[in-house]
């Protein structure tokens, strides 16, 4: 049985303020942090509250990759080993974060949704191992979970551990905490190169005497040696904003039996395996097009509050291409109508998701030049382990 891990509390440190940069020579800091998503800003928490003097460069106008196109949810329950030790530290400096920089962080947990016997197995067995914070459901306790009665729910769990933020809001505003503690950004700064003490952008040149590029799957365009080590390809998925039908209000973020096969927690058990048989031949699409059937809600503090987030497909390519399968948006349109028992979804907006994905394991974490190291979640838990990963990373 896994055991909660030692969460470690940061020193208090007094941050001094960063003058500006000479214009004579390069700037020269104790960390540079390439990369304004999750995994980023993960790193550049930990240095500035180290007492550290540390720029983040962003090569956009603001973060526009997965770490605002995600469910918002922090699944720290799901993990297995030291993947869960990371999201156990990473869920403390979310509430951290929800206390110091008043960022919303919804401590509502997770609920899922057991509709085959196979499902319920798994979740009996997780339970089984891990019953501190999680409880199996009944039918009617379940639909009090969720608020609202899935046809042909026979069950389910509740994960107390789970949060949830509203990612297009929460990066930004753990960006601006940073920038009050001292972390200087500059963006639309594009890395040209990276070596020893030295990065070559599009806006001059930045010395430090440690780097961190943190920019995802775009790993191998700076470091193609160690993206092709790790066998790096990415994960494009499709996800979906609707209207909540008329008085839906969702607490929790929402699982179901797909997603007992996709995080480590669930999937390690024995009755996992016979859950996967079982949906092979009993919705092979969902396979094919690699769903995760889970959905999320909007919190209230969001421009899209009350709506809710639908996905999400999983295809695989070392390289993007360009066209969409309709047919993906479908099946996902069809699966939720029947899972909240409605005729109709008004979709509002739609959008492609792309991150790091490898085989060979959850993080890429390489060392090309002394001093510089590349970090890239390989697994779509950034948002979930990032803040647990980056203090390892640092040894802070």
Known sequence: MLRRAGIRRPRPVTVALVTPASTDLPARYDVAVVGAGIVGLAHAWHAVRAGLRVVVIERDEFAVGASVRNFGHICTTAQSGLVYEYALRAREEWLMLATDAGLPVATTGTAVIARRPEELAVLEEFVGERSDDNVLLTAPQLAEKLGFDAPGALGGAWLGLDLRVDAPTAIPAFGAQLARLGVEFRYRANVLGVESGRLVTAAGDIAADRIIVAVGHDVDRLFPAAAAAHEVVRCR??????????????????????????????????????????????VPALGEHGVNLMLTQRLPHSAQAGRLVLGDTHHY????????????????????????GVDHLVVRRRWRGVYASSTKGPYLVAHPAPGVTAVSVTSGIGMTTALGLAASVLDL
């Open 237 to 282: 998925l499709r996800m979906i904003e609707a209207d909540a039908p008329t008085g839906l209000v969702v607490g929790p973020g929402v699982f179901t039996g797909t997603s007992l096969l996709r995080y480590d927690g669930f999937a390690e058990t024995k009755a996992a395996e016979v859950l996967r048989d079982a949906l092979a031949r009993e």
């Open 317 to 340: 390519s070392l390289t993007e291409p360009p066209f969409d399968d309709e047919a993906s948006d479908e099946l996902l349109l069809a699966e939720f109508r029947a899972l909240l």
